[in-house]
């Protein structure tokens, strides 16, 4: 019987653990999604130039 009990606690322990793991990881993912929002890239088209060779965006 002690290790019946003994089982149940760790499935207990296991399954917090893993609710916590899971919400630190949507809260990291979440942090992550903001700054790449935030962060503007420049997209658009590259355009060779005749003279140079140097690609450049497309006004």
């Known amino acids: ?22 919400t630190e990881s949507e809260r990291v993912n979440r942090t992550v999604r903001e700054a790449e929002d935030e962060t503007e890239t420049p997209r658009g088209t590259l355009v060779r130039d005749p003279e140079t060779g140097e690609y450049r965006l497309k006004q």
């Not at 019987?1 to 899971?22: E, S």
Request: glycine residues 4%; aromatic residues 10%; charged residues 5%.
């Open 1 to 22: 019987m002690p290790q019946l009990i003994i089982a149940a606690l760790a499935g207990v322990a296991a399954a917090a653990a893993y609710r916590m793991y899971q």
